[in-house]
């Protein structure tokens, strides 16, 4: 990623890995010679831990060719703080990797050197408690203080230091920003492997599904002179002792609010489990699967398949979005002492991040980089709930027409409590469904007349119940509304697409219109009963009545003075 993007890669110290890289290493070495220039090397045995086997070199062709080093250049000009040199722990929440969601949590650990820091030279590079900030290290020396008080000791709260730079002027909104940033794009390098390996590992399940893995990191970033910060290393498994009373208190903090946030229930593995047998016996059998066109299909099958496509492509990114949105506030309630850096919520931060998401594709999984760059460039991905409602809707409408319901259109029947369509403006849709707009136009879709009614009628055929008119019941409630036919389906109505739409409460649609004025009058005298936000309405579902309920600009001028929902409720229940 420092090849394709410099720019943004810039926080990482020059880093060789041997013995893959030891004739680049070398390389780097002449050049250095070649200008004059003397340099310190930081070098960190394969897969150590707690500072052990690091030391410093200047000399390095004495490095060994064949052996498992990291070699990093050394960081010469650091950040002091009353003398010592530091780093700093910062602990990360990964919630779900597919997609992304990414927490920092606002506290952490400062860790001091033992030692007043001076710049390397031949006589203090074996001085480990002055250049390493390692806990595991600078403990065993005698000048490592235990101090109980936040602004004493070698280890203090992150939450003092941010103090500290906000009294000594610092601009503590751009540390924080930088920091957040240097995160986000490191874990966007392995955003690409572990994905793949995520959805290797769960087959047939969709993008967006309940994450069922997290992980909680530990950052190690220093800051140099002038507050850049730079990632010196990441600890997959951070260490959670509890050797002081400030360990005990930033931890504690890590771990409980990273439980509340994750929202884990002990049903949890049992429902996921029983998901995915659910899921294997559908593939196995191909149950709820599309049937497929032959060479011989009509034209009038191929429009068919094609609106069933884009009724499942709608409803899958429907269930998305009511998922995210139920995952977002129970994030907003829940976040406690994290703050979520990634998806950010400005729009241009996250435009960048998606780009850098992108080239990381290109970079390490070139084969699957175009379809994650379908995935993310689908116009579905931006819309909204009551967007990709109007379009379920607008497929609805489409399926009538192709099973040979009439679409003859005239001026719309007066009604007592709506305006008419030329008085009620159709908002405005946004450019990105135009892809998915089809059929009607806007002026079509806000008129019917009384012949279709009729015709919708016979369209049931002779006789019982095929000709009464069809009602739809809608229940408001906090989770997905739900919609039930209360008449048998007409037998000619498609069988897949004729489903229920649902709507959560907070899309909800326009209430259908009151049927006389007198009814409008009652309201404005009626006192207004308490209704419960799960009352159920019943209003028609005829053509009429769902081609007013999509221009939602007027909805303000439907019923007189009507000064909530729960008026329009109580009054349809009533009646």
């Known amino acids: 990623m420092i090849k394709c993007q410099p720019q943004e890669y810039s926080f990482i110290p020059k880093t060789w890995i041997f013995p893959a890289e030891y004739t680049q290493f070398q390389n780097y070495v002449k050049e250095l010679r070649r200008k004059r220039k003397q340099k310190t090397f930081i070098v960190k045995p394969a897969n150590g831990a707690m500072g052990h086997g690091i030391s410093l070199i200047r000399n390095c062709?004495?490095?060994?060719?064949?052996?498992?080093?990291?070699?990093?250049?050394?960081?010469?000009?650091?950040?002091?703080?009353?003398?010592?040199?530091?780093?700093?722990?910062?602990?990360?929440?990964?919630?779900?990797?597919?997609?992304?969601?990414?927490?920092?949590?606002?506290?952490?650990?400062?860790?001091?050197?033992?030692?007043?820091?001076?710049?390397?030279?031949?006589?203090?590079?074996?001085?480990?408690?002055?250049?390493?900030?390692?806990?595991?290290?600078?403990?065993?020396?005698?000048?490592?203080?235990?101090?109980?008080?936040?602004?004493?000791?070698?280890?203090?709260?992150?939450?003092?230091?941010?103090?500290?730079?906000?009294?000594?002027?610092?601009?503590?909104?751009?540390?924080?920003?930088?920091?957040?940033?240097?995160?986000?794009?490191?874990?966007?390098?392995?955003?690409?492997?572990?994905?793949?390996?995520?959805?290797?590992?769960?087959?047939?399940?969709?993008?967006?599904?309940?994450?069922?893995?997290?992980?909680?990191?530990?950052?190690?970033?220093?800051?140099?002179?002038?507050?850049?910060?730079?990632?010196?290393?990441?600890?997959?498994?951070?260490?959670?002792?509890?050797?002081?009373?400030?360990?005990y208190d930033v931890k504690k903090g890590v771990l409980l609010n990273a439980l509340k946030l994750l929202n884990i229930r002990a049903s949890d593995k049992k429902r996921n489990l029983a998901q995915q047998k659910a899921e294997a016996q559908r593939r196995l059998y191909g149950h709820g699967s599309m049937k497929k066109l032959s060479a011989a299909s009509s034209d009038w099958e191929k429009q068919r398949h094609t609106l069933e496509r884009r009724r499942e492509e709608l409803k899958e990114r429907l269930a998305q979005v009511r998922k995210q949105i139920s995952r977002e506030e129970h994030e907003k309630l829940h976040l406690g002492n994290y703050r979520r850096i990634y998806p950010p919520d400005d729009k241009l931060l996250l435009e960048k991040y998606e780009s850098l998401l992108s080239a990381a594709f290109q970079t390490f999984l070139a084969g699957r980089a175009a379809s994650l760059q379908k995935e993310m460039n689908n116009p579905l991905k931006r819309m909204k709930e009551e967007d990709i409602l109007d379009l379920l809707e607008q497929c609805e409408l489409d399926d009538e027409k192709l099973m040979g319901k009439s679409s003859r259109q005239r001026g719309p029947k007066p009604l007592t409590a709506m305006p008419e369509c030329s008085q009620t403006p159709r908002r405005q849709r946004p450019d990105y469904l135009a892809d998915f707009t089809s059929g009607s136009s806007a002026e079509n879709s806000c008129s019917s007349s009384d012949e279709e009614e009729e015709d919708r009628r016979k369209a049931g055929g002779g006789g019982g119940r095929g000709g009464e008119k069809r009602e739809k019941k809608v229940s408001y409630d906090l989770g997905e509304s739900k919609e039930k036919n209360l008449a048998d389906p007409a037998p000619s109505a498609s069988p897949t697409l004729s489903g229920p739409i649902r709507r959560s409460i907070s899309c909800p649609r326009s209430i259908a219109s009151l049927s006389s004025p007198s009814e409008v009058r009652a309201l404005s005298t009626r006192p207004s009963p308490t209704v419960p936000i799960a009352t159920p309405l019943v209003r028609p579902s005829s053509a009429t009545s769902r081609s007013h309920s999509l221009s939602r600009s007027g909805s303000a001028h439907r019923v007189p003075h009507s000064n909530s929902l729960e008026i329009i409720l109580a009054n349809n229940v009533m009646q």
């Open 61 to 247: 062709e004495k490095l060994p060719a064949q052996e498992h080093f990291i070699v990093q250049e050394y960081l010469d000009k650091p950040f002091l703080m009353e003398g010592y040199k530091f780093d700093l722990r910062i602990y990360i929440l990964v919630t779900s990797c597919d997609p992304l969601r990414i927490f920092l949590y606002n506290d952490g650990l400062v860790r001091m050197g033992t030692e007043k820091y001076h710049a390397p030279s031949e006589a203090n590079l074996s001085q480990l408690y002055m250049h390493l900030t390692n806990y595991s290290v600078n403990k065993h020396n005698e000048n490592f203080e235990r101090d109980e008080t936040v602004d004493k000791g070698s280890k203090r709260s992150i939450s003092w230091f941010t103090e500290f730079l906000r009294t000594n002027d610092y601009d503590v909104t751009k540390f924080w920003g930088d920091v957040s940033e240097l995160v986000v794009k490191t874990l966007i390098v392995a955003e690409p492997h572990v994905l793949h390996a995520y959805r290797m590992c769960r087959p047939g399940q969709p993008p967006g599904s309940d994450s069922v893995c997290f992980e909680v990191l530990g950052f190690d970033i220093i800051l140099d002179r002038k507050l850049k910060p730079w990632l010196l290393e990441i600890n997959r498994a951070p260490s959670f002792g509890t050797d002081q009373k400030i360990d």
